[in-house]
């Protein structure tokens, strides 16, 4: 074990100095912290430990007519001895007479009794041996593992899923699922609706990052998010009345948009919602941007996008197009009009390659430009397509579908290293586009302004040791394809003319505060292809969003309830944890495949919800250790901090490294406990391996109070059965006003385990808990 400094401070103050230290760790009696050093279980070793028992004042156990008053730092073999608790509070020192050895209950405290870490194999394996969520990682072993003693009740949610983290959006993806699983689409969609306002759009387009981040990758395949994403997204837009309305009272702030993109979209929805007037500006005909007039309908129908932009006329965001907009106008001329300007142009300039003959090549995106608008035609028979993106991708097809008779696409990187996704290129290829990676061109052949073939160059790297754009080439080794026709997909370039000098760039982008999306003139803010250059619409949506917070906090709203991820219990279907494949999104057979038809066939709500299914819905399965949390929850007790005093029921969190809402320099100091009522009966009940092991495999701490032969109050709680202790509120309203019988307490027993959801194999405990529930109510009604 390595060596350490370990201080006994005097005062509670001066303990709560020390905790402030970095790499601070405190223990409060009993032995846990010593097996974990010695163990080296977690990611970082203390670098001082404060030991709490040495604290003048913490040991105590008084009684006065509110109730009793028991000291942090008072030793469990005193609460399990001492006559008032055996008479009054007999469940807690019945609690703490079942913790290990008298030579542990000796040396453990009640503080210390409830702060303790989780107990759980995976967490305790030594040397840190596995990535568990509760210290930072990505994946709870024990959900797919070893999982005797765990959670019967599902798991604690202490950290973003993988999933959420990545989402460049953050989108709650286990929590819609959870609510498609229990057959609430409603709450789904609102849910959604909180973060993207467009999922019928990014159910079609978006690059999932999420699903390459998904835990079941690990045992199989992946859950198909954004074909779930896609049906949700759909469902409100069938109904939008039922989601969105417009803001119940307006702030009287007008802010312009400049940009109809994902980006000006999602922002426009928030700061609408906010109460803001909004003015969106954009060049087009259309609403949309790179939606409508660079994404093929095959992948996106163009009505999704109106149906998009319906929904924010809907609730009053106004639109200002093509003609009605000054070409000419910058941000300063906006502002000087608005309160506040959100620039989302996009990057629609276009890039060159720089090789003799480029003047006879199409640009990619004009070409989808005037397909949208329905004014391209056959491009010619040979097409050569130039890229290896997204873009180049649905050039070629969309080529293709014009009625193309060859089409070849070219790029730079290798085949492993083509930056489009691979499930584009699948579809690429399946439709009959010929990939030519690892050449580069190097010259354009025509004459009279016709195309009739293009040379190409083998390209060996593209880039250099320090990863920069550096393409090498073999000179030696040179092709030459005949083409009619070639087109540039080789990416897109930031037009920065709206900003004229008012605005700091960076480089080909403008300037913009990563949180806030603020630019450096106040009062105008920028995000999406503008900022990020060329990306993905999820991520122009994320921008969107961000700045809409930042602009309405600006403009003295107030910002939206920060959700915590601790201690939200999380539900699964336990067939999640079956081997299984992705419910195949159905698409049109490619010999009906057409340029303005969506490829996507669609699921059914059974499908989705199939999927749904499939979620782990990744949280910690470990139990919460205590035996006293448990009994002190059922009591109504109180725990008082250096701090606060907080009810019992709210003391106990699961989260990264802790049991409990403690701050890292909060400590314990008292236990409060109310008097109980005339008529209180109390009862503890726990299944353990052996008497000697202080570790609950199950518990039941049930405090009634009974007049007149019936129920009058109850607060039954379990312990060890899921990462906090759990109070069973339907147990206790139904035997409220009931007398006590075996009826009675089976029927209450089968209350207790309904939610039950076991793993595999810890389905055993569910009858434990069944047993020791039914156990406790007729102890009470002796």
């Given at each position: 074990m390595k060596s350490l400094k370990y201080i006994k401070p005097d005062t509670i103050e001066e303990a709560i100095s020390n905790l402030n230290q970095a790499g601070a760790k405190v223990v409060a009696g009993g032995t846990d912290l010593l097996g974990s050093l010695k163990d080296k279980i977690n990611p970082e070793y203390p670098k001082l430990v404060v030991g709490l028992k040495g604290i003048n004042g913490l040991s105590y156990l008084r009684e006065d007519s509110a109730g009793l008053k028991i000291g942090a730092m008072t030793n469990l073999s005193v609460i399990q001895d001492h006559p008032i608790l055996k008479e009054k509070y007999a469940l807690l020192a019945k609690a703490a007479h079942t913790v290990a050895s008298p030579q542990i209950r000796?040396?453990?405290?009640?503080?210390?009794?409830?702060?303790?870490?989780?107990?759980?194999?995976?967490?305790?394996?030594?040397?840190?041996?596995?990535?568990?969520?509760?210290?930072?990682?990505?994946?709870?072993?024990?959900?797919?593992?070893?999982?005797?003693?765990?959670?019967?009740f599902g798991s604690a949610k202490i950290c973003p899923t993988p999933c959420e983290k990545g989402c460049p959006n953050g989108t709650e993806i286990p929590g819609y699922f959870a609510m498609i699983r229990e057959g609430d689409l409603d709450g789904a969609a609102r849910l959604l609706l909180e973060v993207n306002p467009m999922p019928a759009v990014t159910g079609?387009?978006?690059?999932?990052?999420?699903?390459?981040?998904?835990?079941?990758?690990?045992?199989?395949?992946?859950?198909?998010?954004?074909?779930?994403?896609k049906y949700v997204g759909?469902?409100?837009?069938?109904?939008?009345?039922?989601?969105?309305?417009?803001?119940?009272?307006?702030?009287g702030k007008n802010i312009a948009v400049?940009?109809?993109?994902?980006?000006?979209?999602?922002?426009?929805?928030?700061?609408?919602?906010?109460?803001?007037?909004?003015?969106?500006?954009?060049?087009?005909?259309?609403?949309?941007?790179?939606?409508?007039?660079?994404?093929?309908?095959?992948?996106?129908?163009?009505?999704?996008?109106?149906?998009?932009?319906?929904?924010?006329?809907?609730?009053?965001?106004?639109f200002k197009l093509g003609k009605e907009v000054d070409k000419n106008a910058t941000v300063a001329d906006y502002k000087k009009k608005f309160d506040i300007v959100f620039a989302a142009n996009g990057a629609w300039g276009k890039n060159s390659i720089n090789v003799h003959g480029e003047e006879l090549t199409l640009s990619g995106l004009d070409f989808l430009y005037n397909i949208s608008v329905k004014k391209q035609e056959k491009p010619g028979d040979k097409v050569v397509v130039i890229g290896g993106g997204n873009v180049a991708v649905d050039v070629a097809i969309s080529a293709l579908r014009l009625g193309a008779k060859e089409v070849t696409m070219a790029c730079l990187e290798s085949r492993a290293e083509m930056p489009a996704w691979e499930h584009e290129l699948a579809q690429a290829v399946e439709e009959g586009v010929k990939l030519m990676p690892g050449w580069g061109p190097s010259g354009v052949i025509g004459a009279n302004g016709k195309v009739s073939g293009i040379e190409f160059i083998e390209c060996t790297a593209v880039f250099n040791e320090q990863?920069?754009?550096?393409?090498?080439?073999?000179?030696?080794?040179?092709?030459?394809?005949?083409?009619?026709?070639?087109?540039?997909?080789?990416?897109?370039?930031?037009?920065?003319?709206?900003?004229?000098?008012?605005?700091?760039?960076?480089?080909?982008?403008?300037?913009?505060?990563?949180?806030?999306?603020?630019?450096?003139?106040?009062?105008?803010?920028?995000?999406?292809?503008i900022v990020t250059g060329p990306a993905s619409v999820v991520e122009a949506i994320a921008g969107g969003r961000k700045a809409a917070?930042?602009?309405?906090?600006?403009?003295?709203?107030?910002?939206?309830?920060?959700?915590?991820?601790?201690?939200?219990?999380?539900?699964?279907?336990?067939?999640?944890?079956?081997?299984?494949?992705?419910?195949?999104?159905?698409?049109?057979?490619?010999?009906?495949?057409?340029?303005?038809?969506?490829?996507?066939?669609?699921?059914?709500?059974?499908?989705?919800?199939?999927?749904?299914?499939?979620?782990?819905?990744?949280?910690?399965?470990?139990?919460?250790?205590?035996?006293?949390?448990?009994?002190?929850?059922?009591?109504?007790?109180?725990?008082?901090?250096?701090?606060?005093?907080?009810?019992?029921?709210?003391?106990?969190?699961?989260?990264?490294?802790?049991?409990?809402?403690?701050?890292?320099?909060?400590?314990?100091?008292?236990?409060?406990?109310?008097?109980?009522?005339?008529g209180n009966v109390q009862v503890y009940e726990k299944f353990r391996l052996r008497k000697s092991i202080d570790f609950p495999v199950a518990g039941?701490?049930?405090?009634?109070?009974?007049?007149?032969?019936?129920?009058?109050?109850?607060?039954?709680?379990?312990?060890?059965?899921?990462?906090?202790?759990?109070?069973?509120?339907?147990?206790?309203?139904?035997?409220?006003?009931?007398?006590?019988?075996?009826?009675?307490?089976?029927?209450?027993?089968?209350?207790?385990?309904?939610?039950?959801?076991?793993?595999?194999?810890?389905?055993?405990?569910?009858?434990?808990?069944?047993?020791?529930?039914?156990?406790a109510i007729l102890a009470a009604a002796k």
């Open positions: 000796n040396m453990a405290t009640v503080g210390g009794n409830i702060c303790q870490e989780p107990r759980c194999w995976y967490y305790r394996y030594l040397d840190n041996g596995f990535n568990c969520l509760r210290k930072g990682g990505d994946i709870c072993n024990a959900f797919t593992g070893e999982n005797t003693y765990h959670s019967i079609r387009v978006c690059p999932h990052f999420c699903q390459d981040e998904c835990n079941r990758n690990l045992i199989d395949e992946k859950v198909s998010i954004r074909d779930i994403e759909d469902y409100i837009l069938e109904d939008v009345d039922k989601f969105v309305s417009a803001p119940a009272a307006e702030s400049i940009g109809a993109g994902p980006a000006g979209l999602a922002a426009a929805f928030y700061l609408r919602q906010n109460g803001h007037k909004v003015t969106v500006f954009d060049v087009n005909e259309e609403v949309g941007g790179m939606l409508t007039y660079a994404i093929p309908a095959y992948r996106l129908p163009k009505d999704i996008v109106k149906r998009v932009a319906g929904m924010l006329k809907s609730i009053g965001v106004q990863k920069r754009f550096a393409p090498t080439y073999n000179q030696d080794n040179k092709i030459t394809l005949d083409a009619d026709c070639v087109i540039l997909a080789v990416g897109q370039r930031t037009e920065l003319g709206l900003y004229g000098d008012s605005v700091k760039l960076n480089g080909r982008v403008v300037a913009a505060n990563e949180e806030t999306q603020a630019t450096s003139l106040e009062g105008v803010y920028a995000a999406g292809d917070k930042a602009i309405n906090l600006y403009l003295g709203g107030t910002a939206p309830a920060a959700k915590s991820v601790a201690n939200m219990m999380l539900k699964f279907d336990c067939g999640c944890l079956e081997k299984s494949e992705s419910v195949v999104m159905p698409t049109q057979p490619i010999a009906k495949r057409a340029l303005y038809q969506e490829d996507a066939v669609g699921m059914s709500l059974a499908d989705i919800s199939k999927e749904a299914s499939r979620c782990f819905n990744c949280g910690c399965v470990a139990v919460s250790p205590s035996d006293l949390a448990p009994a002190l929850i059922a009591l109504g007790a109180k725990i008082k901090t250096s701090k606060r005093t907080i009810d019992a029921e709210q003391f106990f969190l699961a989260g990264i490294s802790r049991s409990t809402i403690l701050d890292t320099d909060e400590i314990v100091t008292e236990i409060e406990i109310p008097a109980p009522a005339a039941v701490a049930a405090n009634l109070t009974i007049k007149t032969g019936k129920v009058s109050e109850a607060r039954i709680v379990l312990g060890a059965v899921m990462p906090v202790p759990k109070r069973v509120r339907e147990v206790e309203d139904y035997l409220l006003g009931k007398e006590i019988t075996q009826e009675v307490a089976e029927a209450a027993s089968m209350l207790a385990i309904k939610d039950a959801s076991a793993l595999e194999k810890n389905g055993y405990k569910v009858n434990v808990i069944k047993a020791l529930v039914k156990r």
